[in-house]
């Protein structure tokens, strides 16, 4: 007796398939592309990756420019394939770092004299600065003329990657990471 078989997903008109696909997640789409070769010639469709990538990237506070470059040429898959691999990144680019405006605030083990210029230990919203491409730190007066760069990792025993140790001025450095 022969196996009946009705694939849904190619009997759709494909503006349906794609409001149906819209909902999947990344695992899913990945694995619907395998059921397939009619399935693998819907999944791939543009429009699905563009959805996915605006779906994925909404709550992102950095994209990647590769990524970005990727959408504008409408490569859309190859897009998202960019941000998912560089979403497991750790180190800190300096676009990241300069893209974002940082909250910052003193821990307790500085002193008090320190404590009292934070407004974080005032019950206050803790200060916000912005690192700038050309090396300054903008976001309150009183820190406008120090400079930040990227520093070495002072200690040989516990290496970070490159890029963790950022140096304000001639203060310790202050490990910034990402947390994919």
Same mark, same amino acid.
């Given at each position: 007796?022969?196996?009946?078989?009705?694939?849904?997903?190619?009997?759709?008109?494909?503006?349906?398939?794609?409001?149906?696909?819209?909902?999947?997640?990344?695992?899913?789409?990945?694995?619907?592309?395998?059921?397939?070769?009619?399935?693998?010639?819907?999944?791939?469709?543009?429009?699905?990756?563009?959805?996915?990538?605006?779906?994925?990237?909404? #709550?992102?506070?950095?994209?990647?420019?590769?990524?970005?470059?990727?959408?504008?040429?409408?490569?859309?898959?190859?897009?998202?394939?960019?941000?998912?691999?560089?979403?497991?990144?750790?180190?800190?680019?300096? #676009?990241?770092?300069?893209?974002?405006?940082?909250?910052?605030?003193?821990?307790?083990?500085?002193? #008090? #004299?320190?404590?009292?210029?934070?407004?974080?230990?005032?019950?206050?919203?803790?200060?916000?600065?912005?690192?700038?491409?050309?090396?300054?730190?903008?976001?309150?007066?009183?820190?406008?003329?120090?400079?930040?760069?990227?520093?070495?990792?002072?200690?040989?025993?516990?290496?970070?990657?490159?890029?963790?140790?950022?140096?304000?001025?001639?203060?310790?450095?202050?490990?910034?990471?990402?947390?994919?």
């Amino acid at each position: 007796m022969a196996e009946l078989q009705f694939d849904i997903l190619s009997g759709l008109p494909r503006e349906l398939a794609n409001r149906v696909l819209k909902h999947l997640t990344i695992i899913e789409l990945a694995s619907a592309q395998q059921v397939s070769k009619g399935w693998y010639a819907i999944v791939r469709e543009p429009q699905v990756y563009q959805q996915a990538c605006t779906r994925v990237w909404r #709550d992102k506070l950095f994209v990647s420019a590769m990524a970005r470059e990727l959408e504008q040429q409408k490569h859309y898959y190859k897009a998202l394939r960019e941000s998912i691999i560089d979403s497991r990144r750790t180190a800190m680019t300096e #676009d990241e770092l300069v893209a974002s405006t940082w909250a910052f605030r003193f821990k307790a083990s500085a002193g #008090d #004299d320190w404590l009292t210029m934070d407004p974080w230990w005032s019950d206050l919203p803790a200060r916000q600065l912005h690192f700038s491409p050309d090396g300054r730190l903008l976001g309150h007066p009183g820190l406008n003329d120090l400079r930040w760069q990227w520093a070495q990792p002072l200690s040989a025993a516990n290496p970070l990657p490159h890029r963790s140790c950022l140096r304000i001025h001639n203060f310790p450095c202050n490990v910034v990471r990402r947390d994919p």
